[in-house]
């Protein structure tokens, strides 16, 4: 009994397949999102992210327990207008990975030389847009 229970259990926690035209959807607003940056095209970026976006880094502030450092939409735009990341297309290295995708909602995982990023995207129609992303800079 409990393993046909335990069976059971394994089988409704399987995902579903992923759509390939969503993957590749949501692959694009990804690589927008980092390729603008690579590329410094502030327009690139701003079309990938939602206009209330949530960018945040789990950060060591010794004067706070649950530290965080936040960016905003506009203030990723302008960085990337100032050419923060602005790298040499022959040394572009990155990935993107969709994780899930739920209706409307989806995750995926987004990872340069400099940083890994995981990405809550929206989708507004027939568009995605990135909602949130929680991102980790990676030691210089």
Sequence with gaps: MFAALFAAAALAATPAPL????????EAVAYDYVDGQLEGDPA????????DLAKRAVTTD????????????AEL???TREGALKTPKDQW?????VLDIAGNAAV???????FVDYFHLGRFGDRWVIVNALWYPKPK
């Design 62 to 73: 010794p004067d706070e327990k649950l530290a965080l450092r936040r960016m905003s939409k």
């Design 44 to 51: 690139r970026v701003a079309r990938s992210l939602h206009p």
């Design 108 to 114: 995926a995982r987004v990872e340069t030389p400099w």
């Design 77 to 79: 735009v302008q960085l």
């Design 19 to 26: 759509d390939p035209a969503e993957v590749k959807a949501i």
């Design 93 to 97: 290295s990155r990935s993107v990975r």
